[in-house]
């Protein structure tokens, strides 16, 4: 289940007399929220940004660490889109980022990119990979940063493993032909300390297909899935060895045992807020198919049907995932899927489905904060100003951490190992921003 906040922080909370402590001391039993209102933040109102980036509550701080166009070690420039992002510590003690940036074949890479993946016929290194982020914990200050992966397309988010590397999703299917030499819709494997550009291998038996973000189980390995289509699967890949994509394994979708398949509840409420269902795995044939038409094959076999399955992030035994439009409302799901590990049948919750705009509209990416809050990225579009930081507690309770004040999507949450800085993006023009939270907030480690 979700982690509770330790018993330090419930009594630091509870001594401040805030509601939210009462809320967290009430236990961590799920309860979906259906109504209309959304809470207010348990933190205070937002503060107005006085440099009208980001606005956050009374005592949190944020700085830009990285943003696009700064010069780079290797000479090229920080690239735009940034999107999904990780964190590592480093043996040397330094914290690592890499970042995604979902570049299409025609924008800036930010300078000339001698190698990578795969070419334009013209012969120019395709834009989209990762670029890496070194540094100081204590102050945050740039080390290094670099190219760690160039020549892919479209690199959306992702998802960190347990053995220090960041998986990169193409959430593009290009053929080879006018645009591309080689087919695209892969994942990628960037080992956080890569010092230049990775070796890039196409993990081709996780299969092809327009795929968003991943989260890794740490004690099976199997690898979990979504795709940013109105029909998309969930998938999970189970590795022939764990730890080892490269070496194979075995491509599934997802199905529901007892409620209908379509999850999206567009045509009224088949999968209630709240409610559990078993789930059963089918097996994927032909992974690396050229037509686009996984989801499809995948739901003829009985595969459930998500709406835009995009972040998705692995919790204390648990997976929790985005369908950003799907819900009655059209505004969005958050789906926790409980693998048993046993040889039981694993069961998938639809743990939050928004009925209003101020609750959450159109969550993306996301990440677990250290006391099992959800923190979650909207993404109502580029041209939208005021995409907001959700948290959402454990008993399904949205509320608002931060505001972006340009207009762009949040993207690529993640907090530093030890929990004291919570990382994310502005998609474009790119930006990173540090944010430091108060120990109040309950959030931090």
Sequence with gaps: MMA?????????????????????????????????????????PLVPDAAGLLDLPQGASYRVISRLGDVMDDGLTVPDKADGMGCFALADGSLTLVRNHELKVEDDPGGTLATGFDHAPGGRTLPGGTTTVVLDPASLTVKRQYRSLAGTIRNCSGGVTPWGTWLTCEE??????????????????????AAGLVDPVPLKAMGRFRREAAAVDPRSGIVYMTEDRDESALY????????????GGRLQAAAIVGLPADTRNWS???FAPGAWAGVRWIDIADPEAPDDDMRFRAAADGA????????IHMGDGEVYFCCTS???AGLGQ??????????????????????????????????????????????????????HLRGITPQGEPYPIGRLRIQTELSGACFSPDGSTLFVNAFSPAMTFA???????????
């Excluded at 430091?436 to 931090?444: D, M, Q, T």
């Design 326 to 328: 799907g819900g009655a």
């Design 435 to 445: 944010i430091r939270l108060p120990e109040f907030y309950g959030l931090s480690g």
């Design 334 to 387: 958050i789906f926790r899927l409980v693998p048993s590990g046993n040889g039981q049948a694993d069961r998938l919750q639809l743990f939050f489905e928004s009925g209003d705009k101020d609750q959450f509209h159109y969550g993306d990416n996301l990440t677990i904060a250290p006391n099992g809050h959800l923190i979650v990225c909207e993404d109502q579009g580029s041209d939208v100003v005021d995409n």
């Design 304 to 311: 459930a049907i998500f709406a835009r399955g995009e972040g």
């Design 172 to 193: 593009d299917v290009t053929l080879p032909g006018e645009d591309a030499g080689k087919a695209h819709g892969w994942i990628f494997e960037v080992p956080a300390d």
């Design 4 to 44: 509770c906040p330790d018993a330090s922080r419930r009594r630091f909370l509870q001594s401040t007399g805030t509601a939210f402590a009462a809320l967290l001391a009430s236990g961590c039993t799920t309860r979906a929220l259906t109504t209309a209102a959304a809470a207010s933040s348990p933190f205070g």
């Design 268 to 270: 009224g409420t088949a």
């Design 236 to 247: 999970r890949f189970i590795p022939n060895r764990h730890g080892h994509l490269a070496e």
